[in-house]
């Protein structure tokens, strides 16, 4: 039988909704998807490149000088593997669950002999909340998947926020920047990943309480039965 394969996106479905991770990785069924807007992707990459300028003269960026553990990964080439998911070669294996963990890394920062998993978000406007409710997993699984690939973590991780403040002359756009410390959880995503694994072996699950798919499933349910449609 072929491992499960996991990533960090796919186990923060598990998380959310048992139900919806399982119709999608035992069926093919997948949630509904919207547009998706270019611009995100697009500020990615062009973050990505502006952090290679300054990596190649092991430096950081001004604005970030002093705010972050550590200095900018060197090994260009090993990272570009780890950004591009489909040929992503850090990855975490648990045989006993027959799963395997793959995932994407924009970035990470070494200090000493230790790595630190950076991942750079934007957003439209002014932080809010706190951040580890939506990535604390994901960065648990980064942690995991350098270890299990033989790079030492720190048990730490950044997330670096992006937002505008404002249109300066000639389309300038002035961006907020400020990473976010967040300390990480190896162990937590091992049992993740044995849940997710173990779930996937069994019966189609409940939806998760707040699932918006699965409710708008049940509420159009109700609405034929109620007009018998």
């Known amino acids: ?5 996991l990533s960090p996106s796919t186990l923060n479905v598990f998380l959310q ?23 995100p992707g697009g500020m990615d ?4 490149r502006y952090f290679d300028r300054y ?7 001004p604005e970030v000088q ?4 550590g200095k900018l990964f060197s090994d260009i080439a090993t990272l570009e593997k ?26 990470c920062l070494v200090e000493r002999s230790y790595h630190i998993p950076l991942d750079y978000k934007t957003r439209g406007s002014e932080l809010k909340g706190d951040p580890r409710k ?9 942690c995991l998947m350098l270890e299990s690939c033989g790079f030492k973590t720190k048990g730490i991780a950044y997330l670096l926020y992006y937002w505008p403040l404002e249109v300066r002359q000639e389309g300038v756009v002035k961006f907020h920047v400020e990473p976010i410390r967040i300390e990480t959880d190896i162990e937590s995503a091992k049992r993740i990943v044995q849940d997710a694994a173990r779930l996937l072996s069994g019966p ?16 159009r349910q109700n609405v034929q039965l109620e007009f018998n449609i």
């Open 204 to 219: 189609i699950p409940k939806s998760g309480a707040d699932c918006e798919y699965c409710n708008l499933v049940a509420k």
């Open 82 to 107: 780890w950004r591009n998911w489909r040929n992503s070669n850090l990855r975490y294996e648990d045989k006993a669950a027959n799963a395997v963990l793959i995932g994407a890394l924009d970035d």
């Open 55 to 61: 990596r190649l003269n092991n430096e950081l960026p």
């Open 17 to 39: 909704c048992p139900r919806c991770f399982w119709l999608d990785k035992v069926k093919n069924i997948k949630r509904p998807r919207g547009i998706f807007p270019s611009l």
């Open 66 to 69: 002093g705010k972050m553990e």
């Open 134 to 142: 939506y990535y604390q997993n994901q960065l648990d699984c980064y």
């Open 45 to 48: 990459l062009v973050i990505k």
């Open 1 to 5: 039988m072929q491992p499960y394969r």
